[in-house]
């Protein structure tokens, strides 16, 4: 049986993975939850599934009182990192660049680590998969685009380019101009994927796929990475083979199936998602990027390399969050973004506390208009 810790057990990913855990109980054990703040589900969750122990890390959000789970070890803080230390695979899906102590840590303990945590890789990509090759960590993509490419690769050969698929999102047709009117709400509802707000609103921005760009240009190691828009989101991505053939992943989009890929790996276990039906066209439009450009600025992070992407990401979180509070519209947030890549020096570093420090004063700058 497979000892699984969630690092991040309350949020989406941390909630379909232990669904994924009950359904095939007498394979996987939910060992170790782990959340941020959310004590009273952590609670629940650590009643309902009789882990080994669980941590909580806002030691502000701890009460002694209330986390009383028999025979249930608990830790706060980031005591709770060596919780993890004795399970066979760590689900991260906490978000932000904060974890990305944490994500070190069972770097270079070698683990085997299930990565759903965009920021991290976005923005130190080099320094992670550097120090994973160094402490022989193995990095499991969880990110559905990125799954599809691992599990593509796993056919093996000499890959000649990684294409990610992207919807195109809900205002793909729109202008410019129509863009300007759209709301927080309505930017939040993703067409095909159940998602949180921020990352909604990033796929309607495409500064999504950007972000993705990025991650797979560090988790495959290659810089030979592009998109397509595909809006039905059944392929997943693709990749080209120095021959000219082409794999690709076709599933209803789900994600409890790149979850259990990588928590079953290298077996296959059922996950409940629905069969699909070859019942309908498959389609790819065009790009249109005079329109929706974030890829094109996930790109040239790339061709920089450095902090470039840290800076990408930071600004990004600061415009997203000016956008919810209505002080800017859907269209400035990538213009926000290419103005703080374009003034602010890049530089290489192999320092996780520097682009910790940069990322925290590049969204504080753009969310204060001071770049």
Same mark, same amino acid.
């Given at each position: 049986?497979?000892?699984?810790?969630? $690092?991040?057990?309350?949020?989406?990913?941390?909630?379909?993975?232990?669904? #994924?855990?009950?359904?095939?109980?007498?394979?996987?054990?939910?060992?170790?939850?782990?959340? @941020?703040?959310?004590?009273?589900? &952590?609670?629940?969750?650590?009643k309902? #599934?009789?882990?080994?122990?669980v941590? &909580?890390?806002?030691?502000?959000?701890?009460?002694?009182?209330?986390? &009383?789970?028999?025979? =249930?070890?608990?830790?706060?803080?980031?005591?709770?990192?060596?919780?993890?230390?004795?399970?066979?695979?760590?689900?991260? *899906?906490?978000?932000?660049?904060?974890?990305?102590?944490?994500?070190?840590? $069972?770097?270079?303990?070698g683990?085997? +680590?299930?990565?759903?945590?965009?920021?991290?890789?976005?923005?130190?990509?080099r320094?992670?998969?550097?120090?994973?090759?160094?402490?022989?960590?193995?990095?499991?993509?969880?990110?559905s685009?990125?799954?599809?490419?691992?599990? *593509?690769?796993?056919?093996?050969?000499?890959?000649?380019?990684? +294409?990610?698929?992207?919807?195109?999102?809900? @205002?793909?047709?729109?202008?410019?101009?129509? &863009?300007?009117?759209?709301?927080?709400?309505?930017?939040?509802?993703h067409?095909?994927?159940?998602?949180?707000?921020?990352?909604?609103?990033?796929?309607?921005?495409?500064?999504?796929?950007?972000?993705?760009?990025?991650?797979?240009?560090?988790?495959?190691?290659t810089?030979?990475?592009?998109?397509?828009?595909?809006?039905?989101? =059944? +392929?997943?991505?693709?990749?080209?083979?120095?021959?000219?053939?082409?794999?690709?992943?076709?599933?209803?989009?789900?994600?409890?199936?790149?979850?259990?890929?990588?928590?079953? @790996?290298?077996?296959?276990?059922?996950?409940?998602?629905?069969n $699909?039906?070859?019942?309908?066209?498959?389609? #790819? =439009?065009?790009?249109?990027?005079?329109?929706?450009?974030?890829?094109?600025?996930?790109?040239? *992070?790339?061709?920089?390399?450095?902090?470039?992407?840290?800076?990408?990401?930071?600004?990004?979180?600061?415009?997203?969050?000016?956008?919810?509070?209505?002080?800017?519209?859907?269209?400035? +947030?990538?213009?926000?973004?290419?103005?703080?890549?374009?003034?602010?020096?890049? @530089?290489?570093?192999?320092?996780?506390?520097?682009?910790?420090?940069?990322?925290?004063?590049?969204?504080?700058? =753009?969310?204060?208009?001071?770049?």
């Amino acid at each position: 049986m497979k000892k699984i810790a969630i $690092f991040g057990s309350t949020g989406s990913i941390g909630k379909q993975a232990l669904d #994924f855990i009950a359904a095939n109980e007498n394979e996987f054990k939910a060992d170790v939850l782990i959340a @941020y703040d959310n004590l009273e589900l &952590l609670i629940e969750q650590a009643k309902r #599934f009789k882990p080994r122990a669980v941590g &909580l890390l806002n030691e502000a959000c701890w009460d002694k009182k209330k986390c &009383l789970v028999d025979n =249930v070890k608990t830790e706060v803080g980031k005591d709770a990192y060596e919780l993890c230390f004795d399970c066979d695979t760590i689900l991260f *899906c906490v978000v932000g660049v904060d974890a990305m102590r944490a994500l070190a840590t $069972f770097i270079e303990r070698g683990k085997r +680590i299930a990565l759903a945590n965009k920021e991290c890789l976005v923005s130190a990509g080099r320094i992670i998969m550097d120090r994973a090759k160094k402490f022989g960590a193995e990095i499991i993509p969880v990110d559905s685009e990125h799954s599809a490419v691992w599990q *593509c690769l796993r056919a093996g050969g000499e890959v000649k380019k990684i +294409i990610l698929t992207a919807s195109g999102g809900r @205002y793909y047709r729109m202008s410019e101009e129509e &863009l300007k009117s759209i709301t927080p709400n309505e930017a939040s509802i993703h067409p095909n994927w159940k998602m949180g707000k921020k990352i909604s609103i990033d796929s309607a921005t495409m500064m999504n796929k950007a972000l993705e760009l990025i991650e797979a240009r560090w988790l495959f190691d290659t810089k030979e990475v592009d998109y397509v828009i595909h809006p039905e989101s =059944v +392929i997943h991505s693709l990749v080209m083979m120095k021959d000219g053939a082409i794999f690709a992943q076709l599933s209803e989009p789900d994600m409890r199936l790149p979850i259990s890929v990588a928590l079953s @790996y290298p077996e296959r276990t059922e996950c409940g998602i629905k069969n $699909f039906e070859f019942d309908r066209p498959l389609t #790819f =439009v065009p790009k249109r990027e005079d329109v929706f450009y974030a890829p094109v600025l996930g790109k040239y *992070c790339i061709e920089r390399g450095g902090t470039a992407g840290a800076v990408l990401d930071a600004s990004n979180e600061a415009a997203v969050k000016l956008f919810c509070e209505k002080r800017i519209a859907f269209t400035d +947030i990538a213009k926000i973004v290419k103005q703080a890549l374009y003034s602010t020096r890049i @530089y290489e570093t192999s320092s996780i506390e520097d682009i910790i420090m940069l990322h925290d004063e590049i969204k504080n700058k =753009v969310y204060k208009n001071d770049l």
